[in-house]
């Protein structure tokens, strides 16, 4: 299906809408895309929900950049085992969609997104404002006012739905660069 440059701005809107709502940022990204692939909404939804608030609320890798990365494995996922060519094109692609994400938010880790550890820190670090214990409870913070003022998880929403319309846009154009 041809994408066009035309066509981001509304997955971006569909994938901020989704998180306002209430869905994880994963959920978001995957989820505003689900119609593209002709896919079934709750499905990827589902498939998208353990990754949400950095993997499992374990503040690892951004949710709205695994939610990248599915739609990745949708457009370009190999399901052969033994296709290697198929695999590596696929992981290319979910490494420039990474190096992307990185080079516009300075990280992929969702605890330094968040500015609970050091950018280029290790778990080890020093954690502002939350406890170890609070920052891995699997509990989600209710989305309040207050919620959306201190996390900046709708413009990783924003900011990984854009890049992936980007990739599809390029793609469809013939020219896949990020």
């Known amino acids: 299906m041809a994408f066009k440059q035309d066509d981001i701005e509304l ?7 989704l998180f306002k709502e209430g869905y994880s940022c994963s959920q978001s990204v995957a989820g505003a895309y689900a119609e593209h692939y002709n896919a079934d909404k709750e499905t990827i939804l589902k498939v998208a929900a353990s990754f ?16 990248m ?10 399901t052969d085992p033994k296709d290697t060519a ?20 300075g990280s992929l880790i969702c605890a330094e997104l968040l500015g609970l550890r050091p950018m280029g820190g290790s778990a ?9 214990l609070q920052m891995r409870s699997a509990t989600p913070e209710a989305r309040t006012a207050e919620y959306y003022k201190k996390r900046p998880c709708v413009k990783m929403v924003e900011t990984a739905a854009r890049i992936f319309g980007r990739y599809l ?10």
Do not use: H, P, W
Not at 11 to 17: G, H, T
Not at 169 to 178: E, H, Q, R
């Open 69 to 78: 990365f599915i739609l990745a494995g949708l457009e370009c996922g190999s």
């Open 11 to 17: 997955y971006v809107e569909k994938a901020v809408s």
């Open 52 to 67: 949400g608030a950095g993997i499992g609320r374990m503040r690892e890798t951004c949710g709205a950049a695994c939610g």
């Open 169 to 178: 846009a390029d793609k469809s154009n013939g020219t896949v660069a990020l």
């Open 86 to 105: 198929g695999k590596g094109a696929n992981y290319k692609v979910v490494q420039d969609l990474a190096a992307e994400f990185k080079r516009e938010n």
């Open 124 to 132: 080890a670090d020093e954690m502002k404002g939350e406890s170890e």
